[in-house]
């Protein structure tokens, strides 16, 4: 068991630009979440996937985001024609059993909007 | 809306000392209450969960209480150390029937020797 694994940990992009992130959860855990964390503030809740199925969705998450966890394992997330705002930490987070369980987190992917 | 406030926002303490990091949350109905740590730039570690229905929980010297009828929990760090220099933030899930947690921004704690 290696933990929760994200890639890249660095991106730097370009306004207008697409990036995509992906994240490993924990091996057999089924759920995984996503978070957005700017400087100063605790994390915030964007998407959570129980399986393959997208459960939750922030207001956050407007339509330039997509996540998908099309196997139930590894989920990646797209963000279309990023903007300077968009720059962040994203972090993800996966768990087992009960949905109320301890999230075991990754390192983050930091990403930086020019 | 649940809403997660933690005071102090910084702390910067002499090794050695005891000190107590206060989180307050305006909907007690709450599943679960739990303390992580965030190391500059990297990802957030668990430290302890408190379930609604308990009232403490302990590690090391690190102990956690929970008073759910008033919207409060403190974090007690015995003898601290630099190495504890990190930020400590409170989460709290179950409102609303969502088990999404809401975080606060956190403390941020240097201990310098």
């Known amino acids: 068991d290696t933990g929760v694994s994200q890639d890249p940990r660095h991106k730097i992009t370009k306004r207008g630009q697409n990036v995509t992130f992906r994240c490993d959860p924990i091996?057999?855990?089924?759920?995984l979440y996503w978070y957005r964390q700017t400087l100063g503030q605790g994390p915030e809740f964007l998407t959570y996937?129980?399986?393959?199925?997208?459960?939750?969705k922030s207001r956050l998450l407007s339509d330039r985001f997509s996540a998908e966890r099309p196997k139930g394992s590894f989920s990646t997330l797209e963000i279309q024609r990023t903007e300077q705002g968009d720059s962040a930490m994203y972090l993800c987070?996966?768990?087992?059993?009960?949905?109320?369980?301890?999230?075991?987190f990754g390192p983050g992917t930091r990403l930086l909007v020019l | 809306k649940q809403e997660v406030t933690q005071i102090p926002a910084a702390l910067s303490v002499p090794e050695g000392e005891n000190l107590v990091l206060n989180c307050s949350f305006t909907?007690?109905?709450?599943?679960?209450l739990q303390w992580f740590r965030q190391d500059p730039g990297k990802g957030l570690t668990s430290l302890l969960l408190?379930?609604?229905?308990?009232r403490e929980q302990t590690s090391g010297r690190l102990n956690a209480s929970l008073d759910k009828s008033s919207g409060r929990s403190t974090l007690y760090i015995a003898a601290s150390q630099p190495g504890d220099s990190a930020t400590y933030l409170c989460?709290?899930?179950?409102?609303?029937?969502?088990?999404?947690?809401?975080f606060g921004r956190g403390t941020s704690l240097i201990v310098h020797p």
């Open positions: 987070a996966s768990s087992f059993g009960h949905p109320g369980e301890t999230q075991y």
């Open positions: 091996s057999e855990h089924n759920r």
């Open positions: 996937f129980q399986n393959e199925a997208q459960l939750e």
């Open positions: 909907d007690s109905a709450i599943y679960n």
């Open positions: 408190i379930q609604s229905s308990q």
């Open positions: 989460a709290v899930s179950g409102t609303g029937g969502s088990y999404i947690p809401t």
